[in-house]
């Protein structure tokens, strides 16, 4: 795969939900993605920033059903 940027090993990220492969940074034209390097297919950001915490967060297994938001929540006194 040409184009790609191996992530430093210093920065958290968390492997492919669907193959446990540490993510890569892809550039495309001037934009970047975070995704898989096996496999398209697999979840990718959106072209642009590097968003290593929209990848972490998508690829996190456990993920509460529905929340928008990481924030704990407020209504739970
Ligand atoms: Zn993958």
Partial sequence: MK?????????????CK???SRPVIEQ???AF??????DSTHYQTKP???D?????LKN???TSLGA??????????
């Fill in 48 to 50: 642009g920033l590097i």
């Fill in 52 to 56: 290593i915490e929209d990848w972490n």
């Fill in 18 to 20: 669907d193959c446990g």
């Fill in 33 to 38: 993605i975070v995704r898989c390097p096996k």
């Fill in 3 to 15: 184009n790609s940027i191996h992530i430093q090993g210093n920065i958290f990220c968390e492997p």
């Fill in 28 to 30: 495309r034209k001037s």
């Fill in 60 to 62: 996190r297994v456990h």
């Fill in 68 to 77: 928008k938001s990481v924030a704990p929540s407020k209504e739970a006194s």
